[in-house]
Nanobody, 122 residues
Framework: QVRLVESGGGLAQAGDSLRLSCVIS????????MGWFRQAPGKGREFVAA??????EYAYSVKGLFFISRDDRAKTLNLRMNNLKPEDTGIYFC?????????????????WGQGTQVTVSS
């Protein structure tokens, strides 16, 4: 079965940058869409960024600040988070869809990591 393991989370101050990483293991039939979602305290899980092999898309709130990248040879997914704000606090989940066409819909993503905590203080 597909396994996703996130790392890179931690405590940061507003304005700092962090880089999250996700390692994918298990069967891999194709270069499926990969993404990042986050869940803040008291809120539902929300879309952050997603990438197919040729395209990427971001939530409006992180556009121009966060950058997603994938290294399919190394089977890793990364998220560079710049100019962090307290509202970026949450558990960040790495996820994989069972399709190759770009999607940002949570229900299209069927494989999830356990998450990595990001806490941003003012």
């Amino acid at each position: 079965q597909v396994r996703l393991v996130e790392s890179g989370g931690g405590l940061a101050q507003a304005g700092d940058s962090l880089r999250l990483s996700c390692v994918i293991s298990g069967s891999f039939l194709d270069n499926y869409v990969m993404g990042w979602f986050r869940q803040a305290p008291g809120k539902g899980r929300e879309f952050v960024a997603a990438a197919s092999v040729s395209e990427s898309e971001y939530a409006y709130s992180v556009k121009g600040l966060f950058f997603i990248s994938r290294d399919d040879r190394a089977k890793t997914l990364n998220l560079r988070m710049n100019n962090l704000k307290p509202e970026d606090t949450g558990i960040y989940f790495c996820t994989r869809a069972r399709q190759v066409g770009l999607t940002t819909i949570m229900t299209d993503f069927d494989y999830w990591g356990q998450g990595t905590q990001v806490t941003v203080s003012s």
